[in-house]
C-alpha cells in the first residue's frame, strides 16, 4: 500500500531535549516537505526536499532541521525544543513539486 | 505572495443536501490546485487535484471546479452523507514556489 508513515503519533518532550520525529515514503517519491499546523494559523511548510541531499528552507524553518540521505526517508530534527514548537506536524511526499501531495497521519508534539 | 482563503469557515446541513465549498487565491498565475479532506486526528487526503488548464474535476459525488481569471475553484459535493463530515482544504501551486493552503472549511453533516 503506498503510504506516507510518520512517527511517533504522539510525543510530549520537555524543552531543550533533542528530538526526532521519522518520515518515511515507500512512493519512490522525489519531493518531500514537512508542515506544522497551528489553530488559526493553518498549515505551513518547515522545510521540504527537490531529492536527496537537496533540502531548502520554507517559511517557517527555524528551531527545525532536515536531512535527506535517502530517497524514502526525510526526518525532522529539533536539536533544542520549545513549547512553541508544540503542534501538528505532517509529513508529505509528490512525485515531483507541484504533483499530488500525499500526506502522512501527523505527529502532535507537546514541548513543556 | 499567494493567499489562500475559504469561505465559509464552518458549514453545518443535513444529509442529503448538495453543498459547494469555496476556495479563493489572489495569484492567478498557478500551476495546480488540489482539495484535501482532513478527519478529525488524522492526515490530509487527497481528494482532486485540478491542473491549471483543466476546468474541472470529478470523483464519484465530488466535483471540483477552477477559473483561474477570477482565482477561484469551487468543490461540489453531491448527496451529502454523514461521513462527509470532515475538514476540506485547499492548496494551490504556483510554479517555482510551494503549495499554499486555505485555513479549510470545517464541514458537518447531520443524521
Known amino acids: 500500500e503506498a503510504q506516507v508513515t510518520q512517527n511517533p503519533r504522539y510525543l510530549i518532550t520537555v524543552t531543550g531535549k533533542k528530538l526526532t520525529v521519522t518520515c518515511s515514503q515507500n512512493?519512490?517519491?522525489?519531493?518531500m516537505s514537512w508542515y506544522r499546523q497551528d489553530p488559526g494559523l493553518g498549515l505551513r511548510q518547515i522545510y521540504y526536499s527537490m531529492n536527496v541531499e537537496v533540502t531548502d528552507k520554507g517559511d517557517v524553518p527555524e528551531g527545525y532541521k532536515v536531512s535527506r540521505k535517502e530517497k524514502r526517508n526525510f526526518p525532522l530534527i529539533l536539536e533544542s525544543p520549545s513549547p512553541n514548537q508544540t503542534s501538528l506536524y505532517f509529513c508529505a511526499s509528490s512525485l515531483r513539486t507541484g504533483f499530488e501531495a500525499f500526506f502522512g497521519q501527523g505527529t502532535r508534539l507537546t514541548v513543556v | 505572495k499567494q493567499e489562500v482563503t475559504q469561505i465559509p469557515a464552518a458549514l453545518s446541513v443535513p444529509e442529503g443536501e448538495n453543498l459547494v465549498l469555496n476556495c479563493s487565491f489572489t495569484?492567478?498565475?498557478?500551476?495546480?490546485l488540489q482539495w484535501f479532506r482532513q478527519d478529525p486526528g488524522k492526515g490530509l487526503t487527497s481528494l482532486l487535484l485540478i491542473q491549471s488548464s483543466q476546468r474541472e474535476q470529478t470523483s464519484g459525488r465530488l466535483n471540483a471546479s477552477l477559473d483561474k481569471s477570477s482565482g477561484r475553484s469551487t468543490l461540489y459535493i453531491a448527496a451529502s452523507q454523514p461521513g462527509d463530515s470532515a475538514t476540506y482544504l485547499c492548496?494551490?501551486?504556483?510554479?517555482?514556489?510551494?503549495?499554499?493552503f486555505g485555513p479549510g472549511t470545517r464541514l458537518s453533516v447531520l443524521p
Open positions: 495569484d492567478s498565475a498557478i500551476y495546480n
Open positions: 512512493m519512490n517519491h522525489e519531493y
Open positions: 492548496a494551490v501551486y504556483n510554479y517555482g514556489q510551494n503549495f499554499v
